[in-house]
């Protein structure tokens, strides 16, 4: 009997909430082999899966309907403030990043379309004990 190879345990899960399920199935294809990740198409549906799952960063584009990325965000911060919080969208005023940067703190922002190292790169950092927060007073 051939023993099966066991895949190394995934340290760190990702939550990505976006409402356009191909950029779901596009991001979970890009890093499961990295990462445990797990989609929601809102921010309802991201804050049952952080009551049912350990999740250490919350990507979350911002134009959605019902509650934006921010107010999704703002809702993370307020079950776990250690929680990872970012926003990954083509569509954000740099005064909505600030504003929630300085109200709940959103650790990093990334543009559409957005570039498998570069991401990698950031939730690699993000996942530190003390990491490099994006300034968005720059």
């Known amino acids: 009997m ?3 190879r066991r895949r190394p345990k995934k340290e760190f899960s990702i939550l990505y909430v976006d409402d356009e399920a191909p950029n779901l199935r596009g991001f979970k294809t890009s890093f499961r082999r990295l990462y445990n ?3 929601a198409l809102n921010g309802i549906e991201a804050l049952e899966i952080l009551k049912k799952n350990e ?3 919350v990507v979350s584009d911002h134009r959605m309907p019902d509650m ?3 107010e999704l965000l703002a ?3 307020q079950l776990n403030p250690d929680i990872r919080r970012m926003i990954l969208s083509g ?3 740099i005064d909505e990043l600030k504003e929630a940067a300085k109200s709940f703190g959103v650790h990093n922002f990334v543009s559409k379309p957005w570039d498998f190292e570069k991401l990698k790169s950031i939730f690699e950092n993000l996942v530190k004990p003390n ?3 994006m300034n968005f007073n720059e």
Request: net charge negative.
């Open 2 to 4: 051939e023993e099966r």
């Open 55 to 57: 999740i250490n960063i």
């Open 37 to 39: 990740v797990h989609t």
């Open 91 to 93: 569509f954000i005023k």
């Open 131 to 133: 990491p490099e927060l």
């Open 68 to 70: 934006s990325g921010t």
């Open 75 to 77: 809702e993370v911060y």
